[in-house]
């Protein structure tokens, strides 16, 4: 995950322009963050770089505003119209292996996590990302709103991870990730963390330990440099659980179709957080970031 955080200047400045749009039509990049491609920021970058169409003219300003069923192309793949995903919502929960990103287009021709979902399905993008050396749990859809409640920092659910590492942590460091460590990009929201195996290393003999970490935000490979924070090194990370869902005995590179009822489940449980949060931000008298964030494991 490579965007940065949207500072507050910039999210009133995007609310003023969509609120501004003419009745009708929508900003590109919303459009683009609902189709689920990606989020607005990213959109933004893309149509600036001149990879977006709509209609078949190449757009590239950021003020431009279209009809929601407008056509869409990006770097020559069309994106599905408002009204086919509204007919046709997916929603899909997979067992990334190693080896597979997630992202719908790579320039390198790495394998996506999207060539393991069946053309059936239409297309579908990850929400939120694994980096290509982690494994477990995504979540894959057509629902751009799902994808915001997912990922955005007043809505996103608690996900949950077993990190096995060179040695073991300490009780004092286990107490510190609780309360929050300071990195470069600033002090890491309170977690749990809970040692649930100890193996030890064919080569050196030494113990190494398992975690179980829950994180209740998205910072770029978040788990990784809590570790390394402490001088350990990662010897294998796996994402079991993002809200109510749970990886269970999925097998590797399987999925399975979340069912409607245990979607909306999730919406409302989403739903509910982010009301939450907004009120917590009134009374604290804060501003709330208004770009979605990506998962901790980028």
């Known amino acids: ?9 910039e999210a009133a400045a995007n609310e003023t322009q969509e609120a501004e749009s003419p009745a009708g039509v929508e900003r590109l990049q919303k459009l683009i ?25 190449i757009v590239d300003t950021l003020g431009a505003s279209f009809d929601p069923d407008c056509e869409i192309v990006i770097d020559g793949v069309k994106l599905p119209t408002r009204s086919e995903i509204e007919s046709h919502k997916v929603y899909i929960a997979l067992n990334k292996p190693l080896g597979f990103i997630c992202t719908a287009s790579d320039p390198q021709h790495r394998r996506l996590v999207t060539d393991l979902v069946p053309p059936r399905y239409g297309r579908v993008y990850p929400v939120g990302r694994l980096d290509i050396n982690s494994e ?12 915001n409640l997912i990922t955005h920092p007043s809505s996103a659910p608690a996900k949950v991870y077993e990190v096995t590492i060179d040695g073991r942590l300490s009780s004092e460091q286990k107490e510190r990730l609780a309360q929050g460590i300071v990195l470069e990009d600033g002090l890491t929201a309170p977690c749990q963390v809970r040692e649930i195996g100890i193996s030890l290393d064919p080569r050196t003999g030494a113990k190494n330990g ?13 788990v990784r440099r809590m570790m390394a924070y402490f001088g350990h090194r990662v010897l294998r990370l796996r994402r079991t659980q993002i809200g ?3 990886l269970g005995k999925l097998r590797k590179g399987s999925f399975v179709v979340i069912p409607e009822k245990v979607v909306a489940a999730i919406v409302n449980d989403c739903r509910q957080r982010k009301i939450q949060n907004d009120y917590k931000i009134r009374i604290k008298g804060g501003t709330p970031s208004q770009e979605p964030v990506e998962d901790g494991e980028e």
């Open 1 to 9: 995950m490579d965007e940065k955080d949207v500072t507050a200047a």
């Open 33 to 57: 963050s609902e189709r689920g491609f990606c989020s607005r920021r990213k959109a933004e970058e893309l149509i600036v770089a001149k990879r977006v169409t709509v209609d078949g003219t």
């Open 136 to 147: 477990g749990l995504v979540f894959l859809t057509n629902d751009g709103e799902f994808a």
């Open 210 to 222: 398992t975690y179980r970490i829950v994180l209740h935000e998205g910072k770029n490979r978040e």
């Open 244 to 246: 109510l869902i749970k």
